[in-house]
Every structure is written in structure tokens, then in C-alpha cells.
């Protein structure tokens, strides 16, 4: 069997692989979409006590500063030590929070991006300050977010192959299997894998890009 | 506190890092009235007219609209019925015209969205921009901007409109439009706080003028007196400014 039958025979692994990569993907995101934009908040219109302000801070940039294949590791290995987690789930739980911490950076300059005086005008209006967040400020935000989230996603879906070290298995590890029952082909592989990597990278792309431009206000500059 | 007031400003005082920008301001506008504010830069118009809704909140002082203290607690409630017109518009960018002036009345007073849908038409025919309702804030000039912003705060039927400088952002060929609109509002009763550097306006539209300086009121009284009889020489310094550079 040459490596293309093998290959067309172990696509469907491929392929589940993928999918395992995608759920991957579409939970961190999730999870950092939702706690991103809550921290977010907070650090804009939350107290201004250090009590609040600094766990997030130190949140924050512990996240960034670590690599994400050392949080992988402390996650896996650290938290099965006391809790029975698997591998997807430590994934999960350690890619959800770096995202969060990047999410909430994105989210933060969106938001600051918003003239004052859009704020100001709906508060002069009789707005609560969630009704003009809500209905006024969020609108705007969410529209100049679009671009650098779209960057979030597509470094997101290339670090979930990394997931790979604890042992998930998804696109890269099916990858792997498929190289060791062959020997070799590494080249051949991998470049399929690439491949489909690609294509979710510009699919997602294209649809965040058509959402963005849905959205566009005519004549808005940002 | 004379009850047939509908706004009364009661001696305000407000203070950054210890500047003393009002110094103890009162005075108070009866329905249908408008009051021109003006003074030198720096004097603190805009300040007092944010103290007004909390925009700004002051140090000492009372504010009632209608007999109603102006309080934290109530700021929400209280602001729905003044409206504020800003020197730079500040119109909800991503919203269309007719949603810049439908939302409030949606979303603050809880207006049904067909009722609040006619009430923005008819304020938006009253500023001559009917035409306009679904253009975006970015695709019309200041002064269609501007008119559109006083649209908006005219649909929440306020007790009394702020305006702060509402036509210093705009070129001097789109001030007249926005004067325009103001003067027909003076004209059919509207009760106004105006600062402004259009004496035109004052001359014609004021019942008084307020001249303030260094956070005091210097004088007060109708325009005709301020500008041919003023007896502060303060006053009559800053008219004649105002009339050499306009
Ligand atoms: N948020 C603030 N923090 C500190 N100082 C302020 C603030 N707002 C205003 N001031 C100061 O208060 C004083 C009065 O300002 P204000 O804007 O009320 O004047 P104004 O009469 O409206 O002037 P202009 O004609 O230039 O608009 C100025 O000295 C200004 O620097
Ligand atoms: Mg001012």
C-alpha cells in the first residue's frame, strides 16, 4: 500500500480529527469570548477597588506570560492529580482561560474606542449606564472588535494542535498515528494536514469578514 | 423656591482639585422661557450646564425641575425630561437618524416603538429632515447633525432643553440652519438654556441674558438692556468682543 491508499483510508481519521480540533476550538473560544468580555466590563465600568481590579490584572497577565504548552501541562497533569479531568477537558479549561485573557484585550480597546461622548450623550438621555453600555457603547465596540478577533480565531485554531502534548486527540495526533503505522511520509501527512488546517483558517476568516462587513455602518470610519 | 419655575438653579457651586469654577450660581427659567448664557472662556458655562443634569455633579447646591429635586437617586428619571444638546452633537453613531431619535423613547421611557416611530417622524419634519431618517450620523453635515440631535432630545418631550455652544463645531454657512431651528423652538414656547456666541440669537430669542465670569453672574437682565445699557463694564467689554469677532 502506497502512502496515497493509506492515506484515502485513514481520511475519515483525518477528518474526526478535525472535528475534534473544531470542538476544541469553538469551547476555548466560547469560554473566552464569555469571560473575556466580563473581565472586560469590570476593568471599564466595575469597582475601582484594587480588591477587583488587581486578581484580574494578575489574571491577565500570568495568561499572556506563560506559554501555552507549559499551562497544558500544569492543567493536565497539576489538576488530575486532585480532580479526574481528561485531556479534551484540560484543554479546554487551560486554552478557554489564555483566550479569555487575550479576548478581554481585544474587547478593552474596542470598547475605549467608543468616543466618551457616545456614553455621555446616552446618559444625558435618561440611559442607566447598562441601557447605554447595552444599547449604545456594545453595538459600536462589538463592530470594531470584529477585526482583531478574527485574529484571536486564527491563532486559536493553529495553537489547538498543541493540545497534542497532553495526549487529545485531534488533527495532529491522527496525524501522527497515520506517520507511525507507515513509517515515515512525514512530509506527505503533514501536508495534508496543513492543508485542512488552512481551509478552517479561511473559511472562518471569510465568514467573520462577511459578518464585519453585514455589519458595517455606512459612511462609519472607524 | 417659587413654584412656577419650571427650572430652578440654586446656588451651585462646583470646584477641580480646588479651582473654584462656580462660585455659588442660581437662577431659575419660567415655562416658555430662554436664557442666554454667555461669558469669557473658561467661565464655566459648560459646567453649570452640566451640573444641571449631573453630567457633572456639583459640590453644593440644588437643582429643581418642575418642583422636583435633582438627586443621584432619581438622575436617570430627571434627565429623561431635560434634553441636552451637545457643541459636537455626539448622535449614536451606529444607529440610523430615525433610530438616534426612536431609541430613548424605546429604551429609557419605554414608549411603544410604533407611537415612538410617529413621535420621531413629526420632531424629525420639525428640524426639516424628514428626508433623512434612515441616512447614518457620517453621511450628513454638522448642521443636519446637530438639528437630528436636537430632534432627539425633542422627542423625549422635555420640560427644558440645554444647549452647550450648539453651533461653534459647525461652519459659519451651517450655524444659520441650526439658529433657525432654535429660534422657531424659543418661538413656540420652548423653555431653554442656551450658551451660545451668536448674539443674533440672543437678541432675538432670549428673554434674558445671563453674563457670567470667574464662576459669578455679573449681570442679568433682557438683551435690549444688556447690550445698549449695560452699566458693568465687564459686560459691555465682552459684548463689544463678541461683536467685533462674532
Ligand atoms: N473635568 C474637568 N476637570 C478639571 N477642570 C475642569 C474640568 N472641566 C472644566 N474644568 C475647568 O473649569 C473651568 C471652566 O470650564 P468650562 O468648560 O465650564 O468653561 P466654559 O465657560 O464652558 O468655557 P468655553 O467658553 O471655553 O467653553 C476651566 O478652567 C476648565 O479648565
Ligand atoms: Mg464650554
Excluded at chain 2, 3 to 25: R, S
Aim: aromatic content about 8%; charged content about 20%.
Amino acid at each position: 500500500m502506497d502512502i496515497y491508499d493509506v492515506l484515502l483510508r485513514d481520511f475519515p481519521f483525518l477528518l474526526k480529527g478535525l472535528g475534534v480540533a473544531i470542538v476544541l476550538l469553538v469551547a476555548l473560544l466560547m469560554i473566552g469570548f464569555v469571560l473575556g468580555l466580563g473581565i472586560c466590563l469590570v476593568q471599564l465600568y466595575g469597582p475601582r477597588s484594587r480588591l477587583v481590579q488587581w486578581p484580574l490584572m494578575l489574571y491577565e497577565r500570568i495568561f499572556r506570560g506563560v506559554p501555552i504548552i507549559i499551562m497544558l501541562f500544569i492543567f493536565f497533569y497539576g489538576i488530575s492529580g486532585v480532580w479526574d479531568i481528561s485531556a479534551f477537558g484540560a484543554a479546554v479549561l487551560a486554552m478557554g482561560l489564555r483566550s479569555a485573557a487575550y479576548q478581554s484585550q481585544i474587547f478593552r480597546s474596542a470598547f475605549q474606542s467608543v468616543p466618551t461622548g457616545q456614553m455621555m450623550a446616552a446618559r444625558a438621555m435618561g440611559m442607566s449606564k447598562i441601557k447605554a453600555i447595552r444599547h449604545i457603547v456594545f453595538p459600536q465596540a462589538g463592530r470594531h472588535a470584529i477585526g482583531p478577533w478574527t485574529n484571536e480565531f486564527s491563532s486559536q485554531i493553529k495553537e489547538t494542535s498543541l493540545a497534542y502534548v497532553i495526549g487529545v486527540v485531534e488533527l495532529t495526533r491522527q496525524a501522527h498515528y497515520i506517520i507511525t503505522s507507515t513509517q515515515g511520509n512525514v512530509l506527505t501527512v503533514f501536508a495534508v494536514v496543513a492543508l485542512l488546517y488552512f481551509i478552517l483558517n479561511r473559511a472562518g476568516n471569510s465568514l467573520l469578514y462577511a459578518f464585519e462587513r453585514k455589519l458595517a455602518v455606512p459612511g462609519f470610519e472607524k | 423656591m417659587a413654584d412656577d419655575l419650571i427650572l430652578d438653579v440654586q446656588d451651585i457651586k462646583k470646584a477641580y482639585d480646588g479651582l473654584e469654577v462656580l462660585k455659588g450660581i442660581g437662577f431659575g427659567l419660567r415655562k416658555g422661557e430662554t436664557k442666554v448664557l454667555i461669558g469669557p472662556s473658561g467661565s464655566g458655562k459648560s459646567t453649570l450646564l452640566r451640573c444641571i443634569n449631573y453630567l457633572t455633579v456639583p459640590d453644593a447646591g440644588r437643582i429643581y425641575l418642575n418642583g422636583d429635586e435633582v438627586l443621584d437617586t432619581n438622575i436617570d428619571a430627571m434627565r429623561a425630561r431635560m434634553g441636552f444638546v451637545f457643541q459636537d452633537f455626539n448622535l449614536f453613531s451606529h444607529l440610523t437618524v430615525l433610530d438616534n431619535v426612536r431609541i430613548c423613547q424605546v429604551k429609557v421611557k419605554g414608549t411603544d416603538k410604533a407611537v415612538a416611530t410617529q413621535r420621531a417622524h413629526r420632531e424629525l419634519e420639525r428640524v426639516g429632515l424628514s428626508d433623512k431618517a434612515d441616512a447614518y450620523p457620517a453621511e450628513l453635515s454638522g448642521g443636519q447633525q446637530q438639528r437630528v440631535s436636537i430632534a432627539r432630545a425633542l422627542a423625549m418631550d422635555p420640560d427644558v432643553l440645554l444647549f452647550d455652544e450648539p453651533t461653534s463645531a459647525l461652519d459659519p454657512e451651517l450655524t444659520g440652519e441650526v439658529v433657525r431651528v432654535m429660534q422657531q423652538l424659543a418661538a413656540e414656547g420652548m423653555t431653554m438654556v442656551v450658551v451660545t456666541h451668536e448674539m443674533s440669537f440672543a437678541r432675538q430669542a432670549a428673554d434674558e441674558i445671563i453674563f457670567m465670569e470667574n464662576g459669578h453672574i455679573i449681570e442679568q437682565g433682557p438683551p435690549e438692556a444688556m447690550f445698549t445699557e449695560s452699566t458693568h463694564e465687564r459686560t459691555r467689554a465682552f459684548l463689544n468682543v463678541i461683536a467685533e469677532h462674532g
